[in-house]
């Protein structure tokens, strides 16, 4: 490269840099978008879902959500509903603009459809999956099916064993709802360790019976501090 090249050259690079002076380039406050105007569901998923429902461990978690187990559950309808309205009395909050959250209604839509992409059916268990909602079991039935499915992990009594811990603190029990108790015995925290309903004991899944049966057993161990059953707030439709 000649010298008489080289120096417009060298300008255009000096000139690079310092372009923010020049008309027409766009200010901070042109990039900035409305929270309402995000329709990018990574960045929706990631600003309002991540925090509690985190991949991996978390300390404040609740279930993950990448999960086609736990996905093959829930009709999209329904997952609509509970990030519309939120789980009342729960910590999941409502993000619909008429519940007082933040989120218009294209981007709950978005967000729902982005994570039932998650879905894969590929990765299914072949034993037959217990549905989503039904009816508590029996209780003395679930503590037999705790015995049998939870209690290498979590203790005999459910008070904590060496591979994981209590599932019967009263705090808690209070602190989730009968439903979600359901959806970790069938789907379990496989981010955790918690294995799903097809996969606690070898060869041996649980049937859609056993999860009402343990779930009624789980929901019967909150009890307040005078050992009775405290007002619980009804299970959602
Ligand atoms: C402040 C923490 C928090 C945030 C933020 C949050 N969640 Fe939740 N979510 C929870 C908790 C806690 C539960 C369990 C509530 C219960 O006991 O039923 C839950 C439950 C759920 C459930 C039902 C689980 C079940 O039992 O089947 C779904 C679905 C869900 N959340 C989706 C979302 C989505 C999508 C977002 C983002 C738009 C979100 N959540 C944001 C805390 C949160
Ligand atoms: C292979 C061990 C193992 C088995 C078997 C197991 N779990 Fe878990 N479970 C875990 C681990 C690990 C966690 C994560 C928390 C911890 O470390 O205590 C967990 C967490 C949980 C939680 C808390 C989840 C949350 O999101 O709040 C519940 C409830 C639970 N298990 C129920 C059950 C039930 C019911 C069964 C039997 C039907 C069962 N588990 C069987 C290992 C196990």
């Known amino acids: 490269m000649t ?4 120096i417009p050259a060298l300008l255009a690079a000096l000139a690079l840099p310092s372009c923010d002076w020049m ?5 901070l406050a042109d990039k900035w978008q409305a929270p309402s105007e995000i329709t990018s569901f990574t960045e929706l998923y990631n600003s309002n879902c991540l925090g509690c429902h985190a991949d991996g461990r978390s300390i404040a978690g ?7 187990l736990y996905l093959s559950l829930l009709a999209p309808e329904k997952l ?6 939120g789980i009342n009395g729960h910590s999941m909050p409502a993000f619909a603009k008429e519940n007082g959250g933040q989120l218009t209604d294209q981007q709950i839509d978005i967000l729902v459809a982005g994570i039932m992409e998650w879905r894969d059916p590929s990765k299914l268990p072949a034993a037959p999956i217990p549905p989503y909602s039904a009816p508590l079991g029996d209780v003395a039935a679930g503590n037999a099916a705790f015995a049998q499915y939870c ?3 979590h203790g005999a009594d459910g008070n904590g064993g060496e591979k994981a811990g209590s599932v019967v603190n009263p705090y808690y029990l209070d602190l989730v709802s009968d439903q979600y108790l ?3 015995a069938i789907a379990g925290r496989p981010e955790l360790g918690c294995p799903d309903f097809a996969h606690r004991v070898p060869g041996r899944p649980m049937s859609p019976q056993e999860v009402s049966d343990v779930t009624a057993w789980l929901v019967s161990r909150r009890v307040n501090e005078f050992g009775q059953p405290p007002q619980t707030i009804p299970n959602q439709p």
């Open 23 to 27: 008309p027409g380039k766009p200010t």
């Open 182 to 184: 359901r959806t970790i």
């Open 80 to 85: 609509r509903e509970i990030i519309a309205a």
């Open 151 to 153: 209690a290498s992990c």
């Open 62 to 68: 609740s279930n993950t959500l990448k999960d086609p």
């Open 3 to 6: 010298a008489a090249r080289a």
